[in-house]
């Protein structure tokens, strides 16, 4: 046969393939993650009135059983309360309610590689520690029994329960966390840890899990002030960034376990959350076999002013360089954790993982579903690459962190994140004065979907369309933001102008004038300067409009200066030519460099580097160590 014979019998072939995958792509259904009504969850209650022998309804349970039967996004947090009230409670249990909850669990997907279709999201970083730590526990639980969805017994699903704990903490150690000081997941993340380290039966894994333990208590300690946890993040909803009061979902955790006193409307901020998430942190609080270390508790009472950098996460490049990503499970893990799916380094890794694991149906992983074509494969980096997708902005990158704490407020910012690309849910830059006042800006974008799994973000206050170049020196903070002439691929749509969210009402006095706000919060004081006119929104928000523009940041209080002399002083030597950015003796260029005093910053941060701990990354161990106290993880 000649050669170009062959050539057009293999076209042929090939365009057939094509249509034909085409046709079946098209056809392929698309599985809710959200439920179709509001679903009334009390399992958490259940477990608060276990806990105190309480009388409780117990059909108040159906729609809990309904929505973890049914494989809804999120059944993995109702699943790990299910799992401590069988370990914890087992006897205050009836026969046919121990059973009810044996057979959810027996049935349940613990891992996106095992049976079942569904919109379940089990691969970010809280979500692989909550389903690995459920697969542990409940295959210990019923060690010798089948496991319905798999036909595997119990002791299989626990060796592979164990070892994902293990790789995650090892990751956790050696990194730190991919949602760095997310006030929101670290719930997640702590209902799943409390429980591994309290109930597992490997001294391997308590010892693991108490080391990470440690580690994100010790991130909390060092960024909050006086109880109040917002910092800058890799995950944080609007709620989350605006106030400690209605959106940090560690009030109570952080109250009780590090022995710091809140306010009475602080500590039953859990009103204004959610059915799904009331009384879920009772996972973290009823747990009897950790303690809180001494020196973490005595970090997080500090209040002297210190400097604190670390490193948390890692690049893409890091990732593929050193092989920590690709297409075996761990290393799709390690990807899938900071949510790298889009990104033209790893594209190929995650078509792969979706079509072997048949995840095309789940609703977070329907856009590519088009794409999933045998005539691509051989492009999908280069095709990632030439449309440069806003979905690359789920990715939480690695964050070099800077915080400055003193008794009266705590900045902090990812220093020079990803300059112009875009961010999901990352909060770049954040002000806290106290519990109720935080001050922030961001460049807004339209959301992914007006309802379903992507809704949420980017948003409006949620993640950046364009990310700024931030970087901070002690109490200042500069910011400069290039917006974009057109669309991302996929944006749904981006704004002319950058936005900041300043509570007035929030303030005791507040002063403004041209291109500045300035509010006093008793003894603590906050300014914003713009590259041109603020104009107020409603009673929160400052915006700003210009191609090239810039916010800064100012902190000091009544210690240093009078809130008059603050006003007067602040704000009144800059320089902005659209690309460099001069404030008194700082001076930032966009993707270029940070210069204080004239000298580079050197903003590739260790690990740990504060009063508190110094430590490389991919160290062997950390000492944490405050005021006569310490602890080595290691």
Request: glycine share 6%; aromatic share 14%; with cysteine.
């Amino acid at each position: 046969m000649k050669i170009k014979t062959l050539l057009a019998v293999g076209g042929a072939a090939l365009a057939g393939l094509t249509l034909y995958e085409l046709y079946r792509n098209k056809k392929t259904p698309t599985l809710p993650a959200n439920t179709p009504r509001p679903f009334n969850i009390h399992i958490h209650d259940f477990l608060g009135a276990l806990a105190e022998d309480k009388p409780f309804n117990q059909e108040l349970l159906e729609d809990t059983f309904l929505f973890i039967h049914r494989r809804y996004d999120c059944s993995d947090f109702l699943a790990n309360t299910i799992i401590r009230i069988l370990y914890a409670y087992e006897h205050k249990l009836e026969l046919q309610l121990k059973q009810r909850m044996k057979d959810l669990l027996l049935n349940f997907k613990y891992h996106w590689d095992q049976n079942g279709y569904d919109s379940l999201c089990s691969w970010s970083e809280n979500h692989q520690i909550l389903f690995a730590g459920l697969e542990y526990l409940t295959g210990h639980l019923y060690e010798n029994e089948t496991f319905i969805n798999s036909g595997r017994v119990g002791a299989y699903h626990k060796e592979r329960g164990k070892a994902r704990i293990l790789a995650w903490c090892k990751r956790r150690f050696q990194y730190g966390f991919t949602e760095w000081y997310s006030n929101n997941y670290y719930l997640e993340d702590l209902i799943a840890m409390s429980n591994i380290q309290e109930f597992a039966p490997d001294p391997e894994v308590r010892h693991a899990m108490e080391q990470a333990l440690h580690i994100i208590y010790f991130d909390i300690a060092t960024q909050s002030l006086r109880g109040s946890f917002v910092s800058t993040g890799g995950r944080m909803y609007e709620n989350n960034k605006k106030s400690a009061r209605g959106g940090s979902a560690l009030n109570r955790i952080i109250a009780n376990l590090f022995e710091i006193k809140l306010d009475e409307e602080a500590d039953l901020f859990y009103e204004e959350l959610t059915a799904m998430t009331h009384n879920i942190d009772l996972n973290v609080l009823l747990n009897k076999s950790y303690q809180v270390p001494d020196v973490i508790k005595k970090i997080a009472k500090d209040t002297s002013p210190q400097v604190i950098k670390a490193s948390n996460s890692m690049d893409i490049e890091e990732g593929v360089r050193a092989e920590i990503f690709g297409s075996l499970d761990e290393q799709l893990a390690a990807q899938w954790e900071m949510e790298a799916f889009t990104n033209h380094q790893v594209f190929a890794n995650t078509m792969k993982a979706i079509r072997q694991n048949k995840m095309f149906t789940s609703e977070f992983f329907a856009p590519l579903k088009m794409l999933n074509l045998t005539v691509l494969r051989p492009f999908y980096g280069l095709l990632a690459k030439i449309i440069n997708p806003i979905t690359n902005g789920k990715a939480t990158q690695r964050a070099n962190t800077y915080t400055y704490r003193t008794p009266h407020y705590l900045m902090a910012t990812a220093q020079g994140y990803l300059p112009g690309g875009f961010s999901d849910q990352q909060h770049i830059w954040s002000c806290m004065l106290n519990h109720d006042i935080c001050v922030f800006a961001t460049h807004p974008s339209g959301e992914l979907s007006e309802t379903g799994a992507l809704s949420k973000s980017p948003g409006y206050w949620v993640g950046n369309s364009r990310n700024p170049h931030a970087a901070q020196h002690l109490n200042r903070i500069l910011a400069i933001y290039h917006l974009p002439m057109k669309k991302a691929s996929f944006e749904q749509g981006f704004h002319e102008f950058t936005h900041a969210y300043f509570p007035i009402d929030a303030f005791d006095e507040v002063i403004s004038g041209k291109g500045f706000y300035c509010g006093r919060s008793g003894d603590s004081y906050v300014a914003l300067f713009g590259a041109s006119d603020l104009t107020l929104a409603g009673r929160d928000e400052l915006k700003q409009y210009g191609k090239k523009q810039y916010w800064i940041c100012e902190c000091s209080s009544a210690d240093i200066e009078s809130f008059e002399d603050f006003v007067a002083r602040a704000g009144r030597d800059i320089e902005f030519d659209g690309d460099r950015l001069r404030y008194e003796n700082l001076e930032l260029t966009f993707a270029g460099d940070f210069y204080v005093d004239g000298v580079k910053e050197n903003t590739q941060y260790k690990r740990y580097d504060s009063i508190y701990c110094t430590g490389d990354r991919l160290a062997d161990e950390f000492v944490y160590k405050f005021d006569g106290a310490e602890v080595t993880v290691k």
